[in-house]
């Protein structure tokens, strides 16, 4: 595993470990080509069941169980049979951005989960984008709904880097990314039990 490697896993793991609070649905990590950890029995255990691959974007959500429910590369997602979900192809995002794939749960919602995508580089103006999850759907296996590849105004620069945190109420979330047109400019969406303010 080369440094950049590491250092990756070791902010994917600080994100995570911040969504887990108290809870499993961060119990399962998976990243590059088929490589994860399962923390389920309380200890990491290596796992490849997850039929899914990526270069570097990658976020697994699981059940307050602990038990897989799907995982998104940034453009494509893949649900607990290792099946491409319902119009979860075609997703505007990038394989390839270190932080690029953001999976999280609307709060006060036990089954809408939204995900988000940021560019690779500066050179892609595809900027940052959200989609959403209905658990409800496709059985029980999850299905992209309609509100799909929806662009976020003030983050139309933002590049490689995402991350969420729980809001001050202890029941929101921001999501935050990078917008690296200028220095140092940050640009953060507020999801509550209502969606997602943009």
């Not at 389920?40 to 691959?53: D, K, L, Y």
């Not at 897989?68 to 049979?81: A, P, Q, R």
């Not at 001050?168 to 969606?195: C, H, M, P, V």
Request: net charge negative; aromatic share 12%.
């Amino acid at each position: 595993m080369t440094m950049k490697q590491k250092y990756i896993f070791f902010l994917i793991a600080i994100i995570l470990l911040n969504l887990a609070e108290a809870q499993n649905q961060a119990n399962i990590w998976y990243w590059g080509d088929y490589c994860g950890l399962d923390f389920n029995s309380g200890v990491p255990v290596e796992t490849h069941e997850i039929h899914a691959a990526s270069g570097n974007a990658m976020s697994v959500m699981c059940d307050a169980s602990g038990n897989f429910l799907f995982c998104f590369d940034g453009t494509v997602v893949t649900n607990s049979e290792g099946d491409t979900m319902p119009n979860g192809t075609n997703i505007i995002g990038d394989r390839r951005a270190a932080m690029g794939a953001l999976i999280v749960q609307q709060p006060g919602s036990d089954h809408l989960y939204y995900l988000f995508t940021v560019a690779y580089n500066q050179a892609e103006d595809i900027g940052m984008h959200y989609s959403v999850v209905d658990m409800n759907l496709d059985g029980g296996l999850g299905e992209v709904t309609s509100e799909k590849n929806i662009p976020l105004a003030q983050a139309w620069a933002a590049k490689n880097k995402l991350t969420s945190v729980l809001h001050a109420n202890g029941e929101d979330l921001w999501i935050i990314t990078r917008n690296f047109k200028w220095d140092q400019w940050y640009a953060a969406f507020l999801l509550t039990s209502s969606g997602l303010s943009t």
